[in-house]
């Protein structure tokens, strides 16, 4: 009989005495973009307190990026890439114009037609310079 009115007595101690003591938050399960995390905290009396975090709307799974129009010399093209989490949070990229192949190519043709050119006139010295050693000789 004593024991079971000790008993008794302990329980309502703990009810109006104990103040929790909480232990600072831990075992945090970080928010993604679609699912909140979560974050407990315990009392030494064994009483455990869990919280649920906000979704952090930047914490996606970006897949690899892949192209979705390729570039062409007048207009950009354009790179996407899909969450993991939800396929309806995407982002794209632009991707840069390509360098007109035509400008490149006629300046390398002038450069090289200007080398054709000396090449033509240094030839033509040469076939000058042996007419002259010749007529010389003969
Ligand atoms: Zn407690
Ligand atoms: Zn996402």
Redesign the pocket.
Known sequence: MAGRLLGELTVTVTLIAHTHAWSDWSAVTPS???VPGIRTRACVCGAEDTEALPLD?D????GEWYTVKEPTVNEEGEKRRV????P??VQTQPIQKLDPPTEEGSSGGAWKSFLRFWQRLINWFRGLFRALVDWIRN
């Open positions: 993604t973009c679609t709307a914490a996606h799974a970006w969450c993991a989490n939800n309806d949070h």
